[in-house]
Every structure is written in structure tokens, then in C-alpha cells.
């Protein structure tokens, strides 16, 4: 059983007394190793808590390489070398875009500024990318997208699989970037230029809010 204590103002979500015990038997019968550990499945939501999300980044599935995942869309273990390719993609925009970017992989230090790193299915068994797609993760993300209409909020959305997933996400309201995803096969059709950790803090300010720490963890 996960332990839904640390959740906060997440567990009213209808998900975790209506759908999560499903998955939670399908996952004991899946004899795989899962990733990431139990304890770090909902790191995303325990980092970061509804009132304090500013921005949202949406993920698939957690990397399938045992000691990579722990919980955050596109973040790794801060000692993963080489870097996700994604992540390394992701770096080398940021340093286009604010000619800066974090030493390592552990992006733990944007959850704490209000970044909700959310994967769309939040279990994968190792080495098995995409397996647990149709376990019912889905419901929580929906719920999740509906609980953060409340107010606007940047919404950095890369990849097909993401655009889909927030097509409801009004563009009038909120910041909506849509680009191609930073994986090494697309990337180049959309995602290198696209500036988004600029465009995001530009937003943010114009708000009347402090901008995000995009790459230095001690500072942020």
C-alpha cells in the first residue's frame, strides 16, 4: 500500500480512494522491478502542493533505468551520468535561452519554486518504457489539470503526448507553450529554440511573480 499521508491538500483528489486501489493490485500481481522505489512515486505531488504550483511540465512515463527515477517528470538521481538524453536537450536550451543550466540531473530544486514535475503514468517496470501507460494513472493527471484550472499558471507542454494530454488547458488564461518534445529524434523540429524557461519567467514577472531558478540549486 503507498502511503498517502505526505500527499497534503493532493489526497482530496476523487483518484486516490476511487481508482488508485486498482492500480495498487495490478502493480502487486506485475512480479517486474518497478520504478521508481514506492516511496517515490508521488514525489511530484509532495514537492509540490496545489496553491504553491506556477508551473507545470508534463512528462510519460519515469526513465526505465533502475536508479535514474525518483518521482520528478525528466529529473534523475543527481549522481545519473550521462544525462537522459531529453534532460542534456533540455540543458542545452536552457543555455541558449539563459545562458545558464544545473550541473546535474536532480531537478528537486525546481519542485521547491512552485514547478510541478508530473509524469503522465507514474509507474513503469524497469527496462519496459510505456508498460503501465494503461494502468488508470491518466485519471490522476486529468483530476490534477482540473484542480490547477483554478488560476492561471504556465503550462510548458513538449511533445505530441503532452499537447493532448492539456489540450483543455486555456490558452487566454494561462501561459501555453506547445513544442515538439526534447528527445534527440525531435527535438530539432521545435523544441531547440523555443526559449520557454525565458518566456516562463517573463510571464511569471509580468504576473507580479518572483521568476523561476532555472539552474542554480543554491540560489533557488
Known amino acids: 500500500m503507498f502511503d498517502l499521508s505526505t500527499l497534503g491538500a493532493w489526497r482530496d483528489l476523487p483518484f486516490f480512494d476511487e481508482t488508485l486501489p486498482g492500480i495498487e493490485a495490478a502493480l502487486a500481481q506485475d512480479e517486474r522491478l518497478i520504478l521508481p522505489p514506492?516511496?517515490?512515486?508521488?514525489?511530484?505531488?509532495?514537492?509540490?502542493?496545489?496553491?504553491?504550483?506556477?508551473?507545470?511540465?508534463?512528462?510519460?512515463?519515469p526513465y526505465p533505468t533502475p536508479g535514474h527515477a525518483?518521482?520528478?517528470?525528466?529529473?534523475?538521481?543527481?549522481?545519473?551520468?550521462?544525462?537522459?538524453?531529453?534532460?542534456?536537450?533540455?540543458?542545452?536550451?536552457?543555455?541558449?535561452?539563459?545562458d545558464a543550466s544545473p550541473e546535474d540531473a536532480d531537478l528537486?530544486?525546481?519542485?521547491?519554486?512552485?514547478?510541478?514535475?508530473?509524469?503522465?503514468?507514474?509507474?513503469?517496470?524497469?527496462?519496459a518504457a510505456g508498460d503501465h501507460a494503461k494502468l488508470g494513472w491518466h485519471i490522476l493527471t486529468a483530476q490534477i489539470l482540473h484542480r490547477l484550472s483554478d488560476?492561471?499558471?504556465?503550462?510548458?507542454?513538449?511533445?505530441?503526448?503532452?499537447?493532448?494530454?492539456?489540450?483543455?488547458?486555456?490558452?487566454?488564461?494561462?501561459?501555453?507553450?506547445?513544442?515538439?518534445?526534447?528527445?534527440?529524434l525531435s527535438a530539432r523540429r521545435g523544441f531547440f529554440g523555443s526559449q520557454p524557461?525565458?518566456?516562463?519567467?517573463?510571464?511569471?514577472?509580468?504576473?507580479?511573480?518572483?521568476?523561476?531558478?532555472w539552474a542554480t540549486p543554491e540560489t533557488s
Not at 514525489?43 to 504550483?53: G, K, M
Not at 525546481?110 to 517496470?125: I, Y
Open 108 to 127: 528537486h530544486f525546481w519542485a521547491a519554486q512552485g514547478v510541478l514535475l508530473l509524469n503522465t503514468t507514474l509507474t513503469v517496470p524497469a527496462g
Open 197 to 213: 524557461f525565458s518566456r516562463s519567467n517573463d510571464w511569471l514577472q509580468a504576473q507580479g511573480q518572483t521568476a523561476i531558478n
Open 151 to 184: 488560476r492561471p499558471r504556465v503550462y510548458l507542454l513538449w511533445g505530441a503526448h503532452a499537447h493532448k494530454v492539456a489540450k483543455d488547458v486555456d490558452p487566454r488564461a494561462n501561459l501555453k507553450i506547445e513544442t515538439a518534445h526534447p528527445s534527440p
Open 70 to 98: 525518483h518521482g520528478l517528470a525528466f529529473s534523475a538521481a543527481a549522481d545519473t551520468h550521462p544525462l537522459p538524453r531529453s534532460l542534456s536537450n533540455i540543458f542545452k536550451e536552457m543555455q541558449a535561452d539563459i
Open 38 to 61: 514506492r516511496d517515490q512515486v508521488f514525489a511530484a505531488l509532495e514537492r509540490t502542493q496545489p496553491d504553491d504550483v506556477r508551473v507545470v511540465i508534463l512528462g510519460q512515463d
